[in-house]
Each structure stands twice: as structure tokens, then as C-alpha cells.
């Protein structure tokens, strides 16, 4: 079965400091992989996509099929990006796996 | 545009009772998803229309579970009997998908269940 890991549950860093949620998949064919958020009361949206290769809100992500990672990464952490990030996995068919999600805090 | 709509927001039932939820996805998006949301887990999908036929129904569980996509517009998701393990926010999502991945998904704010 396919499967993502997000291994974090809660991941705290002070303003300014480098941030990395990390995520993990296992699928047998080529993955497409999403970042979604969800900031304190709103909806679940998307944050980005690996095949665009995109920076959104000043976050990357890579996907390295030799580790089966997509780690979400961003150089200097706003108090703004406080939220809950989930990584998700489409099996086919715009069929989401969605992980367990990680809450990222960025404190003052 | 406006975005998905999802009602009722919040439910509070006891075990073995039914109840209904609604959605109404965004306009002229094909596909549609219902997803279970239990406290501290990701979202689990339970099913996935494409216009009104369903597409993957595999993981919902159909002895008490059945949901509806008539005239492949609005939704309707029903639990009847819930169980204590049903407590969780269900969540709606449409997409324009037609074929070709595309990977976004728009959601609804979610109706929670709290099944006593």
C-alpha cells in the first residue's frame, strides 16, 4: 500500500531560523508529490507541488526518489507560517494520501 | 468564486443514531471527495465521484457508510448506525480533474462529528 510519513507531530523554531518538515513515501511507480497546509481556522489548501518546482511563501521541496523524501524547507521561518502541514502522495487519478501532518510553530 | 460549501458544520449524536452531511462543491468541478478526518490523523479518503459515477469506494465502510452524487453536482454523505469510532470532521473537496493529474484539491471547512 502506498504511504506517507511525516515523522514530526510538532516541529518548534524561533523566528528567522531555518525550517524543514520532512516527509517520506513509499510508492512502486513515479510519485506526484503536494504540500498542503491549513493556517488557524481556514480550509485546507494547497501549498505546492513537486512537479512544478515552485517556491511558495518561500518554501521548496525536492523530491529525492533515492531517499523517497519530499522534505518541505524554508531559510528564514515568519510567525505567519504557523500552521499544520501535510504531505501528500497522488496515486493515480488525483487520488490523495494524505500524512499524519505536521504542526510547525514559529515563535517570536 | 466561491468555495466549497459544507453544512451542517458541527454534529453531536448518540451511537446507533444517523446523520446526513451536505456538500455543494465548486461550480463546474468534476470530481468530488469525501474525506475522514479523525483528531491527530491526516485526512482518509472514503470516496471519489467523477461527475455521478462513483470512482474508488474502497475504503468506505459500506455497512453503515453510503454516500450520493446526484445530478453530479451536490453530495450527501450518510452514517446510519454511527459508531463511537466515527467521531471525526468529514471533509468535502472538489476538483476540476478531467483525466490529467493535477493534484489540487478544494476543500470545505469540514462538519464534525461527535458521536456519544
Known amino acids: 500500500a502506498q504511504r506517507v510519513t511525516q515523522p514530526e507531530k510538532l516541529l518548534s523554531v524561533f523566528k528567522g531560523a531555518p525550517v524543514e518538515l520532512k516527509c517520506n513515501y513509499s510508492y512502486s511507480g513515479s510519485p506526484e508529490l503536494f504540500w498542503y497546509v491549513q493556517y488557524s481556522r481556514q480550509r485546507l489548501q494547497l501549498l505546492l507541488r513537486h512537479i512544478s518546482r515552485e517556491s511558495i511563501k518561500g518554501f521548496t521541496a525536492d523530491l529525492n526518489k533515492g531517499e523517497t523524501s519530499f522534505h518541505l524547507k524554508k531559510p528564514f521561518a515568519q510567525e505567519e507560517d504557523s500552521a499544520m502541514y501535510y504531505c501528500?502522495?497522488?496515486?493515480?487519478?488525483?487520488?490523495?494520501?494524505f500524512g499524519a501532518g505536521t504542526i510547525l510553530r514559529v515563535k517570536s | 468564486e466561491a468555495g466549497v460549501a459544507q453544512s451542517p458544520r458541527y454534529k453531536i449524536i448518540e451511537k446507533r443514531q444517523s446523520v446526513a452531511f451536505w456538500c455543494n462543491p465548486i461550480?463546474?468541478?468534476?470530481?468530488l471527495y469525501w474525506y475522514q478526518q479523525i483528531l491527530g490523523q491526516g485526512p482518509k479518503l472514503l470516496i471519489q465521484f467523477q461527475n455521478n459515477g462513483v470512482v474508488d469506494d474502497s475504503q468506505l465502510p459500506k455497512d453503515r457508510f453510503s454516500a450520493e452524487r446526484l445530478k453530479g453536482v451536490d453530495s450527501t454523505l450518510k452514517i446510519q448506525p454511527a459508531k463511537l469510532e466515527d467521531s471525526a470532521v468529514y471533509l468535502c473537496?472538489?476538483?476540476?480533474?478531467?483525466?490529467?493529474?493535477?493534484?489540487?484539491?478544494?476543500f470545505g471547512e469540514g462538519s464534525r462529528l461527535t458521536v456519544l
Open positions: 473537496a472538489s476538483s476540476q480533474y478531467s483525466g490529467g493529474p493535477t493534484g489540487e484539491l478544494f
Open positions: 461550480s463546474g468541478h468534476a470530481t
Open positions: 501528500a502522495l497522488d496515486e493515480y487519478g488525483n487520488k490523495l494520501v
